[in-house]
């Protein structure tokens, strides 16, 4: 089983995160922040990853802190239960409608981190979910998780429907991408030797 803990406590913030790459979906989620719970679950569920995760954070100030150490915590997870990526299909790619929206979504487990995002989401916020804090989660997420992460918006005009297309798309191309491919399971994908 591939799996990790990670545990993170700053002046802002106080997570712990479990994530089980070889799981079914299942999650338990208090984030302190609504609409990221929604999002982690439809991440968990599309993925097929198991995902526990608990933030106490400084949600009275707003979300950013919690959005964002929660993404760092979710890449170092996924980047310590990969270990040394062998045997990994490496890649993932869809084109995920949701709705009026479309999302492609690309990623390559490189070691390399890498985001680029065009989002063009309408609204500033969703609820109470300021919709910036989606770049920032994705943002905080590639650069612990040692990954190149393409999304690009290519239709609509619901912030919540392009927001949740994201997240379903990413658990969806990484569970390709973390998938063991039987022709190579002992190797590592790279001409490197390394990823």
């Known amino acids: 089983?591939?799996?990790?803990?990670?545990?993170?406590?700053?002046?802002?913030?106080s997570i712990r995160l479990a994530l089980n790459l070889d799981g079914s979906g299942k999650n338990e989620l208090d984030t302190g922040v609504g609409f990221l719970n929604h999002m982690l679950?439809?991440?968990?569920r599309h993925g097929r990853f198991d995902l526990s995760?608990?933030?106490d954070g400084d949600t009275e100030v707003?979300?950013?802190?919690?959005?964002?150490?929660?993404g760092i915590c979710l890449g170092q997870a996924l980047r310590q239960a990969l270990g040394e990526r062998r045997g990994i299909r490496r890649y993932g790619d869809i084109l995920l409608p949701m709705d009026e929206a479309l999302i492609l979504c690309a990623a390559d487990l490189s070691g390399?981190?890498?985001l680029c995002a065009e989002l063009h989401i309408p609204t500033e916020k969703i609820g109470t979910f300021d919709t910036e804090l989606c770049e920032e989660?994705?943002?905080?997420?590639?650069?612990?998780?040692?990954?190149t992460l393409h999304v690009r918006q290519l239709s609509?005009?619901?912030?919540?429907?392009?927001?949740?297309?994201?997240?379903?798309?990413?658990?969806?191309?990484?569970?390709?991408?973390?998938?063991?491919?039987?022709?190579?399971?002992?190797?590592?994908?790279?001409?490197?030797?390394?990823?």
């Open 1 to 13: 089983m591939r799996t990790s803990e990670i545990i993170r406590k700053t002046g802002e913030t």
């Open 41 to 44: 679950a439809l991440f968990a």
């Open 53 to 55: 995760v608990r933030c």
């Open 62 to 70: 707003d979300d950013h802190h919690s959005v964002e150490d929660i």
């Open 112 to 114: 390399r981190s890498t």
């Open 137 to 147: 989660f994705l943002l905080a997420f590639v650069r612990e998780a040692g990954i």
């Open 156 to 195: 609509g005009s619901n912030s919540h429907h392009i927001v949740e297309g994201v997240f379903k798309a990413l658990g969806r191309v990484l569970r390709q991408a973390v998938s063991i491919d039987p022709e190579a399971a002992c190797e590592i994908p790279s001409t490197k030797g390394v990823l």
